[in-house]
């Protein structure tokens, strides 16, 4: 049984696969499962894949490390996509990765050894923002002593929800409702399996190097992206409010909710000054803006905002999406 699984979606990176294969490639810790899953990219992605694990096929075969690439039947989207590759990983531990992103040499064999060490059923670490050539932000990822606190958290936007910090038991895998969306879908697998979870641990160094790509579509704000991201982070707030209510949660994690209702009415401010669109703004969450007004949480800056959506006087003309 590998000592680590780890996942990586791949579509249309046939510009950055090398970089982030040949990071995976050269860990330092050895026995690691590489699962490489296709959505049926339509670049070389998969071809320059393959030079790569031809290159290290020594190397791999000799530090115990097992490369698979598995193909989706259709292009089905990150959220799908990754749940196959997890129902396929057979590790103590499953990681993910994303296919434009790269991690330190040393990233799995310190987070593996922090979660053997402390019998720990998650290990986070901290990340940095690149644009590929300098650092734009370090993002210290972990202000919490528990899983539970991790999770309340998430909710405040304290700590980031990213999964490709985080290094899971695998038996932490169960009763899972997986997302609907890929906005938004990191937060529904991780408070899920955060809850799972009985100890954490974290190490306060930069391992993950995740690529912010300016240029990238998802980027672009247009009319059509905003209603598209919307639609598809309301699905996985579903799934997310409907965990909380489930497990009783919502008192202990009031306030949190207020922060984290309020940024997800916040996709739609580029286009809220269309009618239709403020009054799903407006109606999404019943008494969300009386409840922003009096919470200690929400900055004045963002008070003013939500006033000034009320009135229809945001957003400004230039802000808006075309």
């Known amino acids: 049984m590998p000592k680590v699984s780890v996942i990586i979606p791949v579509y249309g990176v046939e510009k950055y696969i090398e970089r982030c294969a040949r990071s995976l490639f050269e860990q330092t810790l050895d026995d690691i499962?590489?699962?490489?899953?296709?959505?049926?990219?339509?670049?070389?992605?998969?071809?320059?894949?393959?030079?790569?694990?031809?290159?290290?096929?020594?190397?791999?075969?000799?530090?115990?490390?097992?490369?698979?690439?598995?193909?989706?039947?259709?292009n089905s989207g990150l959220p799908s996509v990754r749940r196959y590759g997890i129902q396929l990983a057979t590790g103590d531990y499953i990681a993910h990765c994303d296919s434009d992103d790269w991690v330190e040499t040393d990233m799995y064999q310190q987070m593996y050894n922090e979660a053997e060490l402390n019998k720990s059923d998650v290990v986070v670490c901290d990340y940095v923002m690149t644009n590929g050539t300098s650092v734009i932000k370090?993002?210290?990822?972990?202000?919490?002593?528990?899983?539970?606190?991790?999770?309340?958290?998430?909710?405040?936007?304290?700590?980031?929800?990213?999964?490709?910090?985080?290094?899971?038991?695998r038996k932490v895998y169960y009763n899972i409702e997986y997302p609907k969306g890929a906005m938004g879908e990191d937060m529904v697998t991780t408070i899920q399996l955060l809850w799972?979870?009985?100890?954490?641990?974290?190490?306060?160094?930069?391992?993950?190097?995740?690529?912010?790509?300016?240029?990238?579509?998802?980027?672009?704000?247009?009319?059509?992206?905003?209603?598209?991201k919307f639609n598809q982070l309301s699905l996985n707030t579903g799934i997310v409010m409907n965990f909380i209510k489930n497990k009783k949660l919502e008192t202990d994690f009031r306030n949190a909710l207020i922060v984290y209702k309020n940024f997800i009415r916040s996709v739609l401010y580029?286009?809220?000054?269309?009618?239709?669109?403020?009054?799903?703004?407006?109606?999404?969450?019943?008494?969300?803006?009386?409840?922003?007004?009096?919470?200690?949480?929400?900055s004045v800056s963002e008070k003013c905002r939500v006033f000034l959506t009320m009135i229809h006087l945001y957003p400004l003309k230039k802000n808006r999406a075309y």
């Not at 790569?52 to 075969?61: A, C, D, N, V």
């Not at 300016?214 to 247009?222: H, L, N, Y």
Request: some cysteine.
């Open 196 to 228: 799972n979870c009985e100890t954490l641990s974290y190490i306060n160094k930069p391992y993950y190097q995740y690529f912010y790509n300016s240029e990238s579509i998802t980027k672009i704000c247009t009319k059509e992206s905003c209603i598209n």
């Open 138 to 169: 370090k993002i210290n990822a972990c202000h919490a002593n528990s899983p539970k606190q991790l999770i309340e958290n998430c909710l405040f936007q304290r700590d980031p929800w990213s999964l490709c910090n985080k290094l899971f038991k």
């Open 270 to 298: 580029p286009i809220v000054y269309e009618k239709k669109y403020f009054h799903i703004w407006n109606d999404m969450f019943p008494r969300l803006n009386k409840q922003i007004f009096l919470s200690k949480h929400i």
């Open 33 to 74: 499962e590489y699962i490489f899953v296709d959505d049926c990219s339509p670049d070389k992605s998969i071809a320059v894949l393959e030079n790569i694990i031809k290159e290290y096929q020594s190397r791999l075969f000799k530090e115990h490390k097992n490369v698979r690439i598995e193909k989706m039947p259709q």
